[in-house]
């Protein structure tokens, strides 16, 4: 094992045996996405009751593999100092109110000024590595023009940890949102699966079969207002724009969104003249077990100014 190296045991059940052996790992391996998986087992890193295995393809049996993750790459993003609001930090993990217009991730277009550009140089070298690359452990993600909680892991134990609860779907996740309507019932279940859109690569879309991944949206009203609710809803699942379609599949899409709403003259009227350009969601509530100490932890983010007076211009 080369410096840097370390190896993880992934035990494949009964029940998993005879799948393709890169989804039988990914499924005991959370940490590892299936592509990162693949690239391993192509690459001699992978050894199982059998011996070396190279073929992502091949059946996996019952028994415990030996994963070996080589050292995390250097990040090529740089680090920035950019003011964060942090809400918990302790050695392992951190939790940041995120701002509405924050990239998480450089990408194109947005190649600085993301949260991992500030987390570089807050953490100072305290980074998870799991992904394979040396980046601050971002377990999950809210979107640019979502404001509110987000998780981060700053070691691979804890992102290891997280990632389990993420994947059990045991994490609390609640956000307010500010509907065009009034959803009738007040309360209730989307329990829709979501994919790309076949006609737009930019959007998702709720698909039929086995070709989107399951997403589960708990709504209620929690307060009533002109032509539009405040909405609490709480994510079972956390998929790609999960909240955007779900409410909008209801006939209630997110004001001010560019990419899903088709909102009312009226309340247009209201959006333009505050400047509100961006979907109303906040992720306004964040709970999970701290994956190292396993102390329950519980977080709540105030909505935010701009949210807040859209709601004051649309009271009853």
Known sequence: MTRGESTITA?????AAGWRLDRALAAAVPTLSRERLKALIASGRVTG???????????AVEGAYAVDVPPPEPAHNEAQDIPLAIVFEDDHLLVVDKPAGMVVHPA?????????????HHCAGRLSGIGGVARPGIVHRIDKD?????????????HEGLAAQFARHSIDRRYAAIVAGRPVPAAGTVDAPLARSAANRQKMAIVKGDRGKRAVTHYRTIRPLRDAALVECRLETGRTHQVRVHMTSLGHPLLGDPVYGRIRPGIRDVLKEL??????????????????????LSFKSDIPSDMQELLSALAL
């Open 11 to 15: 035990t494949i059940a009964a029940d």
């Open 49 to 59: 009751p059998q011996g070396l295995v190279r073929d992502p393809a091949a059946k």
């Open 108 to 120: 194109a277009g947005n190649a600085d000024g993301t949260l991992v550009n500030a987390l570089l």
């Open 275 to 296: 400047g509100f350009h961006r979907q109303a969601l906040h992720a306004a509530e964040l709970g999970f077990g701290h994956p190292v100490t396993g102390a329950a």
């Open 146 to 158: 979502t404001s509110g909680l987000l998780v981060v892991a700053k070691t691979d134990r804890a």
